[in-house]
Each structure stands twice: as structure tokens, then as C-alpha cells.
């Protein structure tokens, strides 16, 4: 109840700007139609970034009635029907969103889509194409997401050259790290699987496969005892994941 009367103080907030002088009704001019629009998105967007995506989805209708072309209402609505397992739908407005113009946030979240449904070369395909625009604030992670594209695609080969251009931008990206000592450990490039490992460890928990590339390493470099407490920490942590079962195996 608290969060739903936020978005809504929020929502009203907006909407006030949108009412113009005069006897004219604010939907009876462009901008006041825009405006209208954007609160719509707006509030839908609060809805949707709560968990609450039943609530998201009137909004975002209301807007697009006002707007049938709104990029923006079109993305947020592919958002909410990802996020409630309607890939059908969530394909269908992406795909309307993008048809309105290029936009590299909404193609970044088209192939992390894409990506969730198992269709990597399409996901690489967005991907790549968002990897073009050199002003995106969110570059890195494009860049980082084209790499775990790439391993999926079996060329591991393009995946460090893309992890390389990911951490090249931003150096705090814990999974391109992470992936980057996992495909220099697989070299038996140790040293610098080391280095990319212990920066991994500095900005992220562990999870299974960090546990996993931390023993291994250990192990390289003689380390017996921080070999076996990443052990111990698999084993107890994930114990059914493939990851603790390739340590048993090496071991």
C-alpha cells in the first residue's frame, strides 16, 4: 500500500504539469497529449520497477492510446510480459518499440531477452548492433553481454576480445572479470587468470563458478588450504551444481 501511494503521489505529480491555462483540455493539445503520455510511462514504469507489472500494464495501454507509436510505452509493456513469462508478447513489443527507430537501450534489452530464451545468435545480432553507438552510458555492459553471447556460440575466442572491450570502458564488471579468468585458466594462462580472478573477488560474492576458478587456481599455485576452503564453500553452498561436481572430479 505504501509503495502503490508513492507511485500514485508520483503519477499525480506528473499529470499536474500536464493540465494547460486556459479552457482548452490538455488532451486537445500536442503537448499536453505528450505529457500525458509520459506520466502514463511514468507511472507504469514505477509499477514495474516495484515487481508490481499487473498494475504496470493499464498505464501503459492508457499511453499507448494516446501514443499507438510510443517507443518508450512499447519497451516498458515487452519488460512487463517478460517479466510475467509471455515471450510471445514480450517479443511482439519489442519488436514494435524498435520499429519506431534505432534505440540502444531498448536493442540492449531486446538481446538480454532474446538471450533469455535461449536465441543466441539473434541476441548477439542486438548486441552488436547497440556496441555501435560510442556515446551509450551502458557501453560496457553491452560489450560484456556481446561476450557471454559469444560463449554461448562456442567462440570463446570473440568472447575475451569482447570481455577485453567490456572491462577496457569499465574495469568494475564483475562478470566479464569472472569469465575472463575462466577462459585464461582454460589457456592455462594462470598468471593473468590470477589477476582477473582476485579483481573479481573485490567486487562481488562468490557464486558457484568463482568458487570453482578459486580452487582450481589455488591448486595451480600450491595454495592447499585456500584450495580446500573454496572446496568446503562449493560443497556447501552448491552442492548439486555442475560446478561442484567438476571439483570432485578433479580432485
Known sequence: MIVR????????????????????PPLRTEEGRQQARDAYIQLGIGYL????TEQAKMPLQ???????????????????????????LADKHYRKALAQGKDTRIQNNYGSFLFEQGKFKEAYEQFNEA???TMYSGRSRVFENMGLAALRLNDKEKAIQHFERSLRLNPQQPRALLEMGV??????????????????TQLSDHSARSLLLG???A?????????????????????????????RAEQ
Request: glycine share 4%.
Open 49 to 52: 520497477q516495484q515487481g508490481i
Open 131 to 133: 556496441s555501435q553507438d
Open 183 to 200: 577462459l585464461l585458466f582454460e589457456r592455462q594462462e594462470y598468471v593473468p587468470a590470477q589477476r582477473y580472478y582476485e579483481a573479481f
Open 219 to 247: 591448486k595451480i599455485f600450491q595454495d592447499r588450504n585456500q584450495a580446500a576452503s573454496l572446496g568446503l564453500q562449493l560443497k556447501r553452498l552448491y552442492p548439486a551444481s555442475a560446478e561442484y561436481k567438476q571439483y
Open 62 to 88: 492508457k499511453a499507448l492510446e494516446i501514443d499507438p507509436s510510443s517507443a518508450d510505452a512499447h519497451a516498458a509493456l515487452a519488460m512487463v510480459f517478460q517479466n510475467e513469462l509471455e515471450p510471445e
Open 215 to 217: 580452487a582450481q587456481l
Open 5 to 24: 501511494a508513492g507511485v500514485l503521489l508520483v503519477f499525480c505529480g506528473l499529470l499536474s504539469a500536464c493540465v494547460s491555462s486556459g479552457n482548452t
